[in-house]
């Protein structure tokens, strides 16, 4: 659980018991030097006087300790992490397949995941090593008997080793942004012999201009799209790969897949022929803003339920029966006619789950039905061919019929003060969708890539800021190896603090399967049980399942004070193409300060009570 999730009282707690914590920690280290009652009175005086030390704080001279920080980090050649970094971009189009489905999220994956990785390397070593070795070498007595207070010399580290490894991280922003824009970047080839010229018939049922033609460009990284000139040979391809086209002949129907990418054609006159050149790939990179809804379901009787059916897969999705009554029901708040004009652009990434062999290759027929869900008044269900791993866009205008022809409005007749519900069905018998809550969406409108790139960049540096916090405070009291060895562990435990979580609660089979604790699972292991059969009953059985709960439960409250870096990162949101939503970035920033600020505290007490200068 995050802080910004606790109550103001639940995160006053949690600085107080931390608080607590560094004074008895410095308690117990200074019994042997001034004795037990000693102690405690040498404490209650640094307590007391560190009141006034932090009330007149200085800027100048912490900001003078944080140039000293960076200047040092310089000269320890800070930087190496930036050299490796653009080492892995050197040789990264090696291992990367660029034939991949969706090439750029394979890519801005790689380049996020790989500056988060370096970056909370460098911050770690960066910020382990600076005081001890600043006391190993006598050098910070130069500092502290000058009129210079300890929490400005913690203050300073922090934020001079924040602004040595963010400069670093600036320049792999830029880097990694032209990296994937370039490895994106491609082309294809169209000759006067790939089109044919459109027959007048069909160009007026199509709706195109005289003298249009059509066609195949060529194909590049494994894919090709169809294109239509008008008779300037000016045109856009198609988003569609061409050469995967699915067709239901039993239900007349048809859908194209690909790409998720368009070019520009155009044409020039060159000795008396027209030469065509298809332009760089348009819309490969998103920042979609969606419009997410709540899921329900509807049983193979059509009855409303909450749950879909379980196909045995341990995914977060539930599953629609084909060929019944079942179907998936996503009930929208908030649309608007300002927002959607024209109609909704609804966007849908299903999973399928087949019983049968027969056409694995082939998609999966399905259909939506808009719904007011007020008065039940429905649309005519409209049919879409659902292929794995592709996001399907479907538009639903505002002109729509009903079930027995009547013209119907989107906005007067099914839209109710916002409230819309879409329902998804499978047509096919023995198929299934998949759906979960994020898996269907209405797309209110497409932001811009960069902006949302460095967005992802800023839950980046705060990962890396809350590190260097982390590393100074372990530094006050521990050697530089101690210190980073103990930063490392806690950065490790952040990133997986949620798949801790869930090994610690026994969840780690899904909500059906209870894994049970440590000592559990070594009995289990021995005796060659799963997880479904039960342990024999009895005394020793109850003794080990209540000390595994209790190790649990002190774990899980130890694990409140170790920030979740896994919700403070967006890299997964960026590579699927999902705008970053402000409120989830004043959740990163809530969520960093809120470590940030005890931490700075328990280093800075840590700090005053090691008297480095007596």
């Known amino acids: 659980m995050s802080l910004p999730e606790l109550s103001i ?25 001034y004795g037990f009652l000693g102690a405690g009175d040498r404490i209650y005086s640094v307590f007391v006087s560190a009141v006034g030390d932090l009330a007149f704080l200085s800027p100048r001279r912490t ?16 930087v190496a992490g930036l050299i490796l970094f653009l080492l892995v971009l050197a040789f990264a189009l090696w291992f990367l397949d660029p034939e991949t489905i969706d090439p750029s999220a394979l890519y801005v994956t790689f380049v996020l995941s790989a500056v988060n990785y370096v970056i909370l390397l460098m911050a770690v070593v960066t910020s382990s090593f600076s005081l001890p070795n600043d006391l190993k070498n006598r050098t910070i007595y130069t500092i502290v008997t000058k009129p210079v207070r300890p929490s400005e010399v913690i203050l300073g580290r922090m934020l001079g080793f924040t602004i040595v490894c963010s400069v670093p991280l ?48 060529s194909t590049e990284r494994n894919h090709s799209h169809r294109v239509i000139v008008d008779s300037q040979g000016s045109g856009v391809t198609e988003m569609s790969d061409s050469s995967k086209i699915a067709f239901d002949e039993s239900a007349n129907f048809m859908e194209r897949f690909g790409q998720s990418h368009r070019h520009r054609v155009t044409a020039a006159e060159r000795d008396g022929k027209l030469v065509y050149a298809v332009g760089p790939p348009e819309g490969q990179l998103h920042a979609r803003v969606p419009i997410m809804g709540t899921l329900m379901f509807r049983g193979i009787d059509g009855q409303l339920t909450e749950r879909g059916m379980n196909v045995g897969n341990w995914t977060k999705r539930e599953y629609v029966a084909g060929g019944t009554l079942a179907a998936a029901v996503y009930r929208f708040a908030d649309v608007t006619e300002a927002d959607f004009p024209d109609g909704l652009r609804l966007q849908m990434d299903i999973r399928l789950f087949r019983t049968t062999k027969e056409g694995l290759n082939r998609p999966v027929l399905g259909s939506l039905t808009v719904r007011n869900p007020l008065t039940g008044l429905a649309g005519t269900p409209r049919n879409f061919a659902a292929r794995e791993y592709y996001t399907l866009e479907q538009f639903i205008p505002r002109k729509l019929t009903d079930s027995s022809g009547r013209p119907l409005d989107l906005f007067r007749d099914l839209v109710n003060d916002g409230r819309v519900e879409i329902e998804l ?128 439960a002190v774990v899980e409250q130890m694990l409140r004070f170790v920030p979740d870096f896994s919700a403070m990162s967006d890299i997964q949101t960026v590579a699927r193409g999902f705008d970053v939503a402000p409120a989830l970035l004043t959740h990163h920033l809530l969520q960093s300060a809120g470590f940030a600020l005890p931490l700075f505290l328990v280093g800075y007490l840590i700090f005053k009570l090691t008297e480095v200068a007596k």
């Open 9 to 33: 009282f639940e995160w006053a707690k949690v600085v107080g018991v931390t608080t607590i914590f560094a004074l008895l920690v410095c308690y117990v280290a200074c019994v042997p030097r």
């Open 63 to 78: 900001l003078a300790m944080a140039w000293l920080a960076v200047k040092e980090s310089v000269r320890r050649q800070a």
């Open 170 to 217: 600036a320049i792999m922003g830029l880097s990694g942004y032209f990296f994937i824009v370039r490895a994106l970047d491609h082309t294809h080839e169209l000759t006067e012999g790939d089109l044919r010229s459109v027959a007048a018939a069909e160009a007026t049922i199509a709706g195109l201009p005289p003298g249009s033609k059509e066609g195949t460009t």
């Open 425 to 552: 069905q499978c047509i096919p018998r023995s198929q299934f969708f998949g759906v979960g809550p994020s898996d269907v969406y209405l797309l209110a409108r497409e932001g811009r890539f960069d902006v949302n790139f460095a967005k992802a960049f800023l839950g980046i540096w705060l990962q890396m800021a809350l590190t260097v916090v982390i590393g100074v405070v372990w530094s006050t009291f521990l050697s530089g190896p101690v210190a980073m060895l103990a930063t490392a562990l806690t950065i490790i435990l952040a990133v997986m603090k949620p798949t801790v979580l869930t090994v610690l609660r026994g969840m780690i089979f899904g909500d059906n399967f209870h894994s049970g604790g440590m000592i559990e699972s070594i009995i289990r292991l021995g005796q060659q049980k799963n997880v479904v059969e039960e342990l024999d009953a009895g005394a020793t059985t109850e003794a080990i399942l209540l000390v595994d709960k209790t190790v649990s």
